[in-house]
């Protein structure tokens, strides 16, 4: 059926909620878990993070699309959402990057977009049930078969479909630093490159032996997609790691970390996703403005007992956002310092790593 020239379209929720509007992007059905994003812009940053990997993301601002897309703001190769939900999309954008328009880039790459939908409902609706299965159509397939699907949603160790399947090095001056990619964002790397450190990327299922092979002066732990749980290959590997070399982990490397130390994660209910989440430094009163993305955050309850020590709360919902080992040069935070998109308060923290490996390397570590 055609609204307006274009296509209709439905999204449907898993609870039986109904969204009707138009096509933009490519046609067809896609099923995933729908979450919302509240950045004002960033959307090809966020279409392109791993972590978004087998989701149908929902923007809150109602204008996405008015500056197109470009070559500078991709965080990997290509987007790894199933499905994109918008109020309005820009037909002609414009900006001086601008190398195509945003509903072309998704046809490109085949992901299906609605737009037209009343995205401050859909988003009370997430809020209010939590973050739920989904399907978005152009197909005429009757709302019963699509809740019938549902079970397409569901994504079994996200981590091993994002992660690079090979080891590859970019080359620097400074400290060695191994890049454990879950699910990594480029912007993760650029961050450690412009401080000059020689980094070797390497899969999600390296083991410590494999990792402490390069000798690296230091290991780097990734974002990624999914619940922790999912990756014990990964949790393993970290209890081999941890007391040998520093580490710095960001997003689900601070939630394995913590299960490599004995904490538990438990799934938030519709997830923190956006460039606008102030998070407190414990020791410090710092707040940072900071760049998220994830579903599951460390239990705070079950850091009793832990080396863990908390250092940063989310002050929107007193969430961990911090931790750092008592007694190893081992630290982490479930946000992006180093945005990609969002607010650049947190680069110190790369600058900090960096810092903790002089450190070790010449000694001036003081184990608690």
Same mark, same amino acid.
């Given at each position: 059926?055609?609204?307006?020239?274009r296509?209709?379209? =439905?999204?449907?929720?898993?609870?039986? &909620?109904? @969204?009707? +509007?138009?096509? !933009?992007?490519?046609?067809? #059905?896609?099923?995933?878990? $729908?979450? @919302?994003?509240?950045?004002?812009?960033?959307?090809?940053e966020?279409?392109?993070?791993p972590?978004?990997? %087998?989701?149908?993301?929902?923007m809150?601002?109602?204008?996405? %699309?008015?500056?197109?897309?470009n070559?500078?703001?991709v965080?990997?190769?290509?987007?790894?959402?199933?499905?994109?939900a918008?109020r309005? @999309?820009?037909?002609?954008?414009s900006?001086?990057?601008?190398?195509?328009?945003l509903?072309?880039y &998704?046809?490109?790459?085949?992901?299906?977009?609605?737009?037209?939908i009343?995205?401050?409902?859909?988003?009370?609706?997430?809020?209010?049930?939590g973050a739920?299965?989904?399907?978005?159509?152009?197909e005429?397939?009757?709302?019963?078969?699509?809740?019938?699907?549902?079970?397409?949603?569901?994504?079994?160790?996200?981590?091993k =479909?994002?992660?690079?399947?090979?080891?590859?090095?970019?080359?620097?001056? +400074?400290?060695? $630093?191994?890049?454990?990619?879950?699910?990594?964002?480029?912007? /993760?790397?650029?961050?450690?490159?412009?401080?000059?450190?020689?980094?070797? $990327? *390497?899969?999600? #299922?390296?083991?410590?032996?494999d990792?402490?092979r390069?000798?690296?002066?230091g290991?780097?732990?990734?974002n +990624?997609?999914?619940?922790?749980e999912?990756?014990?290959?990964?949790?393993?590997a970290?209890?081999?790691?941890?007391?040998k *070399?520093? /580490?710095f982990? /960001?997003?689900?490397?601070?939630q394995?970390?913590?299960?490599?130390?004995?904490a538990?994660?438990?799934?938030?209910? !519709?997830?923190h996703?956006?460039?606008?989440?102030? $998070?407190?430094?414990?020791?410090? +009163?710092?707040?940072?403005?900071?760049?998220?993305?994830?579903?599951?955050?460390v239990?705070?309850?079950?850091?009793?007992?832990?080396?863990?020590?908390?250092?940063?709360?989310?002050?929107?919902?007193?969430?961990?956002?911090g931790?750092?080992?008592?007694?190893?040069?081992?630290?982490?935070?479930?946000?992006?310092?180093?945005?990609?998109?969002?607010?650049s308060?947190? =680069?110190?923290?790369?600058?900090? !790593?960096?810092d903790?490996?002089?450190?070790?390397?010449?000694?001036? !570590?003081?184990?608690a």
């Amino acid at each position: 059926m055609m609204l307006n020239g274009r296509r209709k379209a =439905r999204l449907v929720l898993q609870n039986g &909620l109904v @969204f009707e +509007g138009v096509n !933009f992007g490519a046609s067809g #059905t896609r099923l995933g878990e $729908v979450v @919302f994003n509240t950045g004002m812009t960033g959307y090809q940053e966020i279409l392109t993070d791993p972590s978004y990997y %087998g989701q149908i993301v929902t923007m809150t601002y109602p204008l996405i %699309g008015n500056y197109g897309v470009n070559v500078d703001d991709v965080e990997s190769r290509h987007p790894h959402v199933r499905g994109f939900a918008v109020r309005t @999309f820009c037909e002609w954008p414009s900006h001086h990057k601008l190398i195509d328009k945003l509903e072309s880039y &998704l046809v490109q790459h085949d992901i299906v977009g609605i737009a037209g939908i009343d995205t401050r409902e859909l988003t009370k609706a997430i809020r209010t049930v939590g973050a739920m299965p989904g399907a978005i159509t152009t197909e005429d397939i009757p709302v019963e078969a699509l809740l019938a699907r549902m079970d397409e949603a569901l994504v079994p160790d996200a981590v091993k =479909r994002v992660t690079t399947q090979t080891v590859y090095r970019a080359p620097g001056p +400074g400290h060695r $630093v191994v890049l454990i990619d879950y699910g990594m964002k480029a912007g /993760i790397l650029r961050s450690l490159l412009e401080r000059g450190c020689d980094v070797i $990327v *390497v899969p999600a #299922t390296s083991t410590a032996e494999d990792v402490l092979r390069w000798k690296p002066h230091g290991v780097m732990l990734s974002n +990624g997609p999914g619940n922790p749980e999912d990756a014990p290959y990964a949790v393993e590997a970290l209890r081999g790691l941890i007391g040998k *070399v520093p /580490i710095f982990g /960001i997003c689900l490397g601070h939630q394995l970390i913590a299960l490599a130390c004995g904490a538990k994660t438990r799934k938030l209910k !519709f997830g923190h996703r956006g460039a606008n989440h102030p $998070v407190k430094d414990l020791r410090t +009163g710092r707040v940072d403005i900071t760049s998220q993305n994830h579903g599951y955050v460390v239990d705070a309850d079950s850091l009793q007992g832990t080396p863990l020590e908390l250092t940063h709360i989310n002050l929107n919902d007193g969430t961990v956002e911090g931790l750092v080992h008592k007694h190893e040069p081992v630290f982490c935070v479930q946000y992006h310092p180093e945005s990609r998109p969002g607010p650049s308060d947190a =680069r110190y923290l790369f600058d900090e !790593f960096i810092d903790l490996m002089t450190r070790v390397r010449e000694g001036r !570590f003081a184990h608690a």
